[in-house]
Nanobody
């Protein structure tokens, strides 16, 4: 199994900035992509940003120009820099990792989720 530890959420005022981090650990053979999703009560979880092992990125239209996703491959960590925050960015943010696990030479691909971190933007 992959363990994902998220940090960096909190309360921020409109126009402010936050940085989320998600560190992956475990018997990881490789990671193909790391992403951030968010969810508000009564709504489906939505993709915020994704970054591949090759460094390609993609963003939801609602965050383009304001959020930046990056990763540290050596640390298996993904970051989400959020700026110019708006009240509609308020949500629980989840880290997602697509990884291949190595269990003593037996390889298993899976999709793993963090526990979520709350981001609240106050007006």
């Amino acid at each position: 199994q992959v363990q994902l530890v998220e940090s960096g959420g909190g309360l921020v005022q409109v126009g402010g900035s936050l940085r989320l981090s998600c560190a992956a650990s475990g018997s990881i053979f490789s990671i193909s992509a790391m992403a951030w999703y968010r969810q508000t009560p009564g709504k489906q979880r939505e993709l915020v940003a994704v970054i591949t092992s090759g460094g390609m990125t993609n963003y939801a239209d609602s965050v383009k120009g304001r959020f930046t996703i990056s990763r540290d491959g050596a640390k298996n960590t993904v970051y989400l820099e959020m700026s110019s925050l708006k009240p509609e960015d308020t949500a629980v943010y989840y880290c997602n990792v697509a990884a291949v696990m190595d269990y003593s030479g037996s390889y298993h691909a899976g999709d793993y989720w963090g526990q979520g971190t709350q981001v609240t933007v106050s007006s």
